[in-house]
C-alpha cells in the first residue's frame, strides 16, 4: 500500500479569501472550486509527509502547516508587502532551514521554510 496523497483541509466561512492568500502568497494554482470548496496544487511532485512535534523549534509554536519554497526570501518580501502579519522574522534556524512564520486569513500559523543550500 503507498500513500498517493495527503490534503490539508482548513475550515473557513471565506473560501475565496483563503483562495486568494493562497494563490496570491504562495502561487498555487486552482485546480478544483466548487465554491464551497476549492482545491489549490503547486504543478511539483510534493512527496507525502506528515509531522508530530511538541514544539515548533527554537521556542516557537507547533504550526498548522509546513509550506516549503524554492525562494523563502520572496515570498517573505510578498507577504509583507501584502500587509500580512509575521509571527516570526525570516530566520536562519541551526537546523539547515531559512524560514518564517505568518497567519493566513482562517487563523493558522504557517511556517514557511526553505532547506539552505
Not at 50 to 76: K, Q, R
Not at 85 to 112: H, Q, S
Request: negative net charge; charged residues 20%.
Amino acid at each position: 500500500m503507498t500513500v498517493k496523497r495527503i490534503v490539508a483541509n482548513i475550515a473557513t466561512s471565506s473560501v475565496q479569501e483563503l483562495q486568494s492568500f493562497y494563490t496570491d502568497v504562495f502561487d498555487l494554482d486552482v485546480v478544483m472550486d466548487m465554491g464551497w470548496i476549492a482545491t489549490l496544487a503547486s504543478g511539483e511532485n510534493a512527496p507525502v509527509q506528515i509531522s508530530f512535534a511538541s514544539e515548533g523549534g527554537s521556542g516557537t509554536p507547533v504550526p498548522d502547516l509546513s509550506i516549503e519554497v524554492d525562494d523563502v526570501d520572496a515570498v517573505y518580501a510578498r507577504a509583507q508587502k501584502a500587509g500580512h502579519a509575521i509571527f516570526y522574522p525570516l530566520t536562519d534556524e541551526p537546523w539547515g532551514v531559512r524560514r518564517f512564520y505568518l497567519y493566513d486569513p482562517a487563523g493558522k500559523l504557517l511556517n514557511v521554510l526553505a532547506h539552505n543550500a
